[in-house]
């Protein structure tokens, strides 16, 4: 009978863990289904055991999640003996690298940081050549073999950041990118750093300092203000992730959210694909900590003490900072522990209160208002006395009100400026710099025609270029007047490299042809003739550092100076029939006699609608979304440059809004121009 009782006993027990994870699923399903994306998700409340997975199992791209396995390759490595927290490393210029982080662009060659420093970067800001600095000591093949003894084989670190040419695993790059790994694989080794089980338990409560640290909180924080995260993120234009173990009031959650193939690729605060990540922490939280009414139960009456956490910890330890002189310059990570208990016994004893080291009404009342993250508020009655200031009417005249930076109208037949905003201001201007690259080989070949037959050989330094691409090999060749469709039509970064080191040479200005003679000076002379031919033009507000637009701090251009460019550059006929054609199919041949076909798609969707003819898009975090367009009506023709647009979309809709004020302009003063 006994024996009996158990069974059934288990037996419901069962079934209300399948119940609950059916409900999970009710829950977060409909919001997968729902994204335009690829979607994986694992999720285990690790008290009960209870779990959630979507494509679990699915190899996916981790943008910078990969430096969390990193990291745990790196403990080991000093676990072990190979390597030491406070080992130095001395930052050369050659080891920076553009993106998140904040080596690159603050810190000076020759500063030199310890391995747990530069750790603690590649963590908690992402940065990207702290991350490469860290990988050379740990070295990718000992990362990719730990990976494998802890049983996630296809958590794989590719190569260092923006240093394809280190691939270890040159397929999976392509594939993948930087690295790859699964939401199982990643809750997998989340569950053994929370039982302290990751290399070993110092090691482990270590990682865990450096992943609650993380400064990223639009995706899991986004809707958990309260929840404490431990957690590391990812994010490239298609690809958005994050994993962590959320404190909740029940026990800790494990949880991996990745997503790729994204159609949302903005960088605003309302990604798509980032929102779902914050909806999915959320659902995961609210489930395995009970309702709303038990969770809100069990948030604290206000009273903090030794062992307590969370938000109002950090505001404590802030406001004791501020309040006290001099400050006990508290770390502010939310935990209330000895240090904290002191300085409270310490503002205690100097406000005449009991010294018990225990925050509660009395000790709130004497500290005041608490000082929150960032800039202190004002005083209510100092906000609320004060009137709002009324700006004028908005004109019924004037151009529309548009999302971008800054935007140009120009006349398309001579370049001339009818109207704009901030449209002298240089900024960054993405793979519209391609509209030069191309303007350049172009006009080349007007004078000799014969250069349009010429054979490009794709380099292996074209091939490893980062970013869009024409996805031709190393080896592989092609016409110069094929290859112009891969570079404008799919955006090829790589085939502007092999641009500039097939023309480099003739196009070298002053007359130092002499001077090019390796593939690395021929690319350095040919942005010399970018440069030039943008002196010629009268580009005044113009820089180019290189051929395709990757962000580079001295590469900037004005929407004046690309109108100007874009009005020289559609008047020549091959430059027209490139861009303003929507797909194009061409044969390559490889080393060996290899023939594949290839096909490119233009970026530019303003082709599928009539009247448009070119020209250019580009898109990188620094730029945003930027467009270069050019429009006939009636015998007449238009410019429209829009940079710095929020998303690809809203680039489209400001530049056909602006298109329609200024057919609408030309409309109104009879076509006078």
């Known amino acids: 009978m006994h024996r009996a009782w158990i069974l059934v006993c288990l037996v419901l027990c069962m079934n209300v863990a399948a119940a609950r994870a059916d409900e999970l699923a009710d829950k977060i399903e409909p919001l997968i289904d729902a994204h335009d994306g690829q979607v994986a998700v694992a999720i285990k409340d690790l008290k009960t055991g209870q779990s959630y997975e979507h494509n679990a199992q699915k190899p996916m791209p981790t943008a910078s999640l990969i430096k969390l396995p990193l990291m745990i390759a790196a403990y080991q490595a000093m676990d072990e003996g190979r390597l030491k927290a406070d080992e130095p490393i001395t930052l050369q210029e050659s080891d920076k690298v553009p993106g998140s982080g904040i080596l690159t662009e603050h810190f000076s060659p020759g500063a030199t940081i310890s391995l747990h420093d530069a750790i603690e970067l590649m963590?908690?800001?992402?940065?990207?050549?702290?991350?490469?600095?860290?990988?050379?000591?740990?070295?990718?093949?000992?990362?990719?073999?730990?990976?494998?003894?802890?049983?996630?084989?296809?958590?794989?670190?590719?190569?260092?950041?923006?240093?394809?040419?280190?691939?270890?695993?040159?397929?999976?790059?392509?594939?993948?990118?930087?690295?790859?790994?699964?939401?199982?694989?990643?809750?997998?080794?989340?569950?053994?750093?929370?039982?302290?089980?990751?290399?070993?338990?110092?090691?482990?409560?270590?990682m865990l300092a450096h992943l609650y640290g993380c400064d990223d909180k639009q995706k899991f924080p986004r809707f958990l203000p309260q929840a404490k995260i431990a957690h590391k993120t990812g994010s490239i234009n298609e690809v958005r992730t994050d994993a962590g173990l959320i404190d909740a009031p029940k026990g800790p959650i494990a949880l991996c959210v990745l997503t790729n193939e994204n159609d949302d690729k903005s960088w605003g605060d309302r990604n798509a694909a980032e929102v779902l990540c914050g909806r999915i922490a959320q659902i995961a939280y609210r489930h395995f900590s009970g309702d709303a009414d038990e969770i809100a139960q069990s948030v604290p009456d206000g009273v903090l003490k030794i062992g307590s956490s969370g938000m109002l910890v950090e505001a404590l330890q802030r406001t004791l900072n501020a309040r006290m002189k001099p400050s006990p310059d508290l770390g502010v990570d939310g935990d209330f522990g000895s240090m904290t208990e002191g300085a409270v016994i310490g503002f205690q004893k100097s406000k005449g209160l009991q010294a018990n080291g225990i925050v509660g009404p009395e000790t709130w009342a004497a500290l005041g208002a608490l000082v929150e993250e960032g800039p202190e508020a004002p005083e209510p009655d100092e906000v609320n006395a004060q009137a709002l200031t009324m700006q004028p009417p908005d004109s019924l005249d004037g151009p529309p009100f548009v999302g971008c930076k800054t935007w140009v109208i120009a006349d398309g037949e001579t370049g001339r400026i009818l109207c704009g905003h901030d449209e002298h201001e240089p900024v960054d201007i993405a793979s519209t710099t391609k509209i030069m690259t191309a303007?350049?080989?172009?006009?080349?070949?007007?004078?000799?025609?014969?250069?349009?037959?010429?054979?490009?050989?794709?380099?292996?330094?074209?091939?490893?270029?980062?970013?869009?691409?024409?996805?031709?090999?190393?080896?592989?060749?092609?016409?110069?007047?094929?290859?112009?469709?891969?570079?404008?039509?799919?955006?090829?970064?790589?085939?502007?490299?092999?641009?500039?080191?097939?023309?480099?040479?003739?196009?070298?200005?002053?007359?130092?042809?002499?001077?090019?003679?390796?593939?690395?000076k021929a690319y350095d002379a040919f942005v010399g003739a970018m440069n030039a031919t943008a002196e010629k033009l009268g580009m005044a507000d113009s820089h180019f550092s290189n051929t395709h637009g990757l962000t580079d701090e001295k590469h900037k251009a004005s929407a004046a100076d690309l109108a100007k460019l874009a009005c020289a550059a559609m008047k020549l006929p091959l430059f027209r029939?490139?861009?303003?054609?929507?797909?194009?199919?061409?044969?390559?041949?490889?080393?060996?006699?290899?023939?594949?076909?290839?096909?490119?798609?233009?970026?530019?969707?303003?082709?599928?609608?009539?009247?448009?003819?070119?020209?250019?898009?580009?898109?990188?975090?620094?730029?945003?979304?930027?467009?270069?367009?050019?429009?006939?009506?009636?015998?007449?023709?238009?410019?429209?440059?829009?940079?710095?647009?929020?998303?690809?979309?809203?680039?489209?809709?400001?530049?056909?809004?602006?298109?329609?004020?200024?057919?609408?302009?030309?409309?109104?003063s009879g076509g006078a121009q």
């Not at 037959?453 to 794709?458: A, H, I, P, R, S």
């Open 577 to 668: 029939e490139v861009v303003g054609t929507a797909q194009h199919g061409s044969k390559v041949k490889g080393p060996g006699g290899y023939e594949r076909n290839v096909l490119w798609k233009n970026t530019n969707h303003l082709l599928g609608i009539e009247g448009y003819d070119g020209v250019k898009t580009g898109t990188t975090t620094a730029a945003g979304a930027c467009l270069v367009s050019h429009g006939r009506r009636d015998q007449q023709s238009l410019i429209v440059v829009v940079l710095g647009a929020g998303s690809s979309d809203s680039r489209y809709v400001d530049t056909r809004n602006l298109f329609r004020y200024g057919w609408q302009k030309l409309a109104s």
């Open 439 to 520: 303007y350049l080989v172009i006009n080349y070949a007007q004078q000799h025609a014969e250069a349009l037959d010429e054979t490009v050989v794709f380099s292996k330094r074209a091939d490893d270029t980062i970013g869009s691409t024409s996805d031709l090999r190393a080896g592989e060749e092609i016409a110069v007047s094929e290859l112009l469709y891969g570079m404008m039509l799919p955006s090829g970064n790589d085939a502007t490299v092999a641009f500039a080191e097939h023309f480099g040479k003739r196009l070298a200005p002053g007359g130092a042809e002499s001077d090019v003679d390796s593939p690395r």
């Open 123 to 206: 963590i908690v800001y992402s940065d990207n050549t702290a991350t490469n600095l860290v990988a050379e000591k740990v070295g990718l093949e000992q990362a990719a073999e730990l990976m494998d003894k802890l049983g996630c084989p296809e958590t794989r670190m590719n190569s260092m950041v923006f240093r394809r040419d280190t691939s270890i695993f040159p397929e999976r790059s392509k594939k993948y990118g930087l690295g790859s790994t699964t939401a199982a694989d990643m809750v997998k080794l989340l569950e053994q750093l929370s039982q302290k089980k990751l290399v070993s338990e110092p090691a482990s409560e270590k």
